[in-house]
C-alpha cells in the first residue's frame, strides 16, 4: 500500500484524493491517511501531493517508517474524503518542517 508521511501534516493539502480510484483517504484535523486495506497501489496520489508527502510502503524513508503503524490505524477510525478542500491558510509555511509528527492531531 502507500503511505501518508510526516509532511502532510498542517500542509493538507487534499489534492491526493481526487485521483484514487478507489477512495481510500481518510481525513483528520491536520492530516490524511491511506487505508492499506483498500489502497491499490496505482500510484497516481503520488505525483498529486505538492509537498511529496507520499510513498510506497517499501519507499518509505527510515525516519518515516512509524507512519506505516499510524496510516493503518487511523484510516480505521477516521472518515472518509474522496474531495479536495482548501489547504490550512499557513500551509506553506509547514512544508518540510521537520519534527511534526508531534503536531499531528489524532
Ligand atoms: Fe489510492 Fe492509488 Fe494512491 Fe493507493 S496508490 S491511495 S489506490 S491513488
Ligand atoms: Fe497531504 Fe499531500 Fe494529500 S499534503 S493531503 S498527502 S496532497
Known sequence: AHVVTENCIK???TDCVEVCPVDCFHEGANFLVIDP????DCGVCRAQCPVGA???AE???AAQYAFVAVN???AQSWPSITRS???PVDAARWAGVH???ALLES
Open 99 to 101: 519534527g511534526k509528527i
Open 85 to 87: 478542500q482548501k489547504p
Open 72 to 74: 493503518a490505524t487511523l
Open 37 to 40: 486495506n483498500e489502497c491499490i
Open 59 to 61: 519507499d518509505v524513508p
Open 54 to 56: 507520499i510513498y510506497p
Open 11 to 13: 500542509c493538507r493539502y
